[in-house]
Antibody, heavy 121, light 107 residues
């Protein structure tokens, strides 16, 4: 059974950094690309980024390009989201998701339960 | 950047049919997917590759496409179907995912 567990969320001040983790189990981690998606309070789902199965390809939404960096450690079955220069509008629940494809986004087959990030002074 | 447009809300009486549309210029060339999102829960995949239903998803959920529009149909809507629904696809490059603006279904 596929299991994705996000961690690392919390309350941080504007301008600071935070790193989220997503630990995966129940499937061959090196087979699938991994996505990050967020949902701000009262807002819709927003796709943020995807990293290919081997980490060679990374794509970002315009809203986070240059501030957020996705990475993965296949030896630990974990994907990360490094978030820098955080703003109040980054306040959201952050989900990781296992993609159907290996290289680029196709669709998210499995989701974690999410981790809450609150950016506030 | 690429956008997928949905109506903000759709109201339906129990047992009737609800249709949720998703409009996007690349939909003739890209698959559409549909997710159900309840507050406090992770999204659930309802439809993939325009029309296919994953195992475990009730038959009352179906998908279709025509030109630049994809449609999720809930036939015989139930009170339990009250939730937010999102279409999903990719942009022309295929390198960026995009969610629709979301539709709240009220039963």
């Amino acid at each position: 059974q596929v299991h994705l567990v996000e961690s690392g969320g919390g309350v941080v001040q504007p301008g600071t950094s935070l790193r989220l983790s997503c630990a995966a189990s129940g499937f061959t981690f090196t087979t699938n690309a991994m996505n990050w998606v967020r949902q701000a309070p009262g807002r819709g789902l927003e796709w943020l980024t995807v990293i290919s199965n081997n980490g060679n390809y990374k794509y970002y939404a315009d809203s986070v390009m240059g501030r957020f960096t996705v990475s993965r450690d296949n030896s630990k079955n974990t994907v990360y989201l490094q978030m820098n220069s955080l703003r109040s509008e980054d306040t959201a629940i952050y989900y990781c998701g296992r993609d159907r494809d290996s290289n680029s986004p196709e669709y998210i087959q499995n989701w974690g339960q999410g981790t809450l990030v609150t950016v506030s002074s | 950047s690429y956008e997928l447009t949905q109506p903000p809300s759709v109201s339906v009486s129990p047992g009737r049919t609800a249709r949720i549309t998703c409009s996007g210029d690349e939909l003739p060339n890209k698959y559409a997917y549909w997710y159900q999102k309840r507050t406090g829960q992770a999204p659930v995949l309802l439809i993939y590759e325009d029309t296919k239903r994953p195992s475990g998803i009730p038959e009352r959920f179906s998908g279709s496409t025509s030109g630049t529009m994809a449609t999720l149909t809930i036939s015989g809507a139930q009170v339990d179907d009250e939730a937010d629904y999102y279409c999903y696809s990719t942009d022309r490059s295929g390198n960026h995912g995009v969610f629709g603006t979301g539709t709240k279904v009220i039963v």
